[in-house]
T-cell receptor
Framework: EPEVTQTPSHQVTQMGQEVILRCVPI?????FYWYRQILGQKVEFLVS????????KSEIFDDQFSVERPDGSNFTLKIRSTKLEDSAMYFC??????????FGPGTRLTVL | RKEVEQDPGPFNVPEGATVAFNCTYS??????FFWYRQDCRKEPKLLMS???SGNEDGRFTAQLNRASQYISLLIRDSKLSDSATYLC???????????FGKGTTLSVSS
């Protein structure tokens, strides 16, 4: 069964550094998403991406964040100048035309 | 009022028990409803979509009451493997982003 994959599984970085989280969505899916989950809290929407552009973003997704689909398979989330409060699990998700979103295993980001 | 509210639990039940989770949501224009399951430090996984007429998948039954803005999940004959956090999730009127509740934790013991 096709799956969303994410790399790395765990990223440790120093405050102020830039990180890039990578995702490979399911191949025939059209819509791509990033969510985050701070430890002990609910999953929160960050951004959605369709037809090579951002279609929706939340208040969390400020100028510190950017997304890109650099080729036909990868979907990346870049966080510039990381802060301690960016420490969280970051989940990528994708979906076909239908409603159901499929989540990747996540990248645990730790900012020191 | 929070967008999606769930009783956090934990619900501690023996194997074979029937357990019910409830969820309320604030936006009456919400379009789609789901129950996801999340194991510790893992990704959310779709358990089932929730339809207005109610739907069943094996031991799991989901109900939606749009008038009361209320969703439920019933698990019959609980198994040890059902131990997880159950997330009430909806898609709002605008866009396709999912809105998550904080989840209800279930622990099934032998």
């Amino acid at each position: 069964e096709p799956e969303v994959t994410q790399t790395p599984s765990h990223q440790v970085t120093q405050m102020g550094q830039e990180v890039i989280l990578r995702c490979v969505p399911i191949s025939n899916h059209l819509y791509f998403y990033w969510y985050r989950q701070i430890l002990g809290q609910k999953v929160e929407f960050l951004v959605s991406f369709y037809n090579n552009e951002i279609s929706e973003k939340s208040e969390i997704f400020d100028d510190q964040f950017s997304v890109e689909r650099p080729d036909g398979s990868n979907f990346t989330l870049k966080i510039r100048s990381t802060k301690l409060e960016d420490s969280a699990m970051y989940f990528c998700a994708s979906r076909p035309q239908a409603d159901t979103q499929y989540f990747g295993p996540g990248t645990r980001l730790t900012v020191l | 009022r929070k967008e999606v509210e769930q009783d956090p639990g934990p619900f501690n039940v023996p194997e074979g028990a029937t357990v019910a989770f409830n969820c309320t949501y604030s936006n009456s224009a919400s379009q789609s409803f789901f129950w996801y399951r999340q194991d510790c430090r893992k990704e959310p996984k779709l358990l089932m979509s929730v339809y207005s007429s109610g739907n069943e998948d094996g031991r799991f039954t989901a109900q939606l009451n749009r008038a009361s803005q209320y969703i439920s999940l019933l698990i019959r004959d609980s198994k040890l493997s059902d131990s997880a956090t159950y997330l009430c999730v909806l898609r709002g009127q605008a866009g396709t982003a999912l809105i998550f509740g904080k989840g209800t934790t279930l622990s099934v013991s032998s």
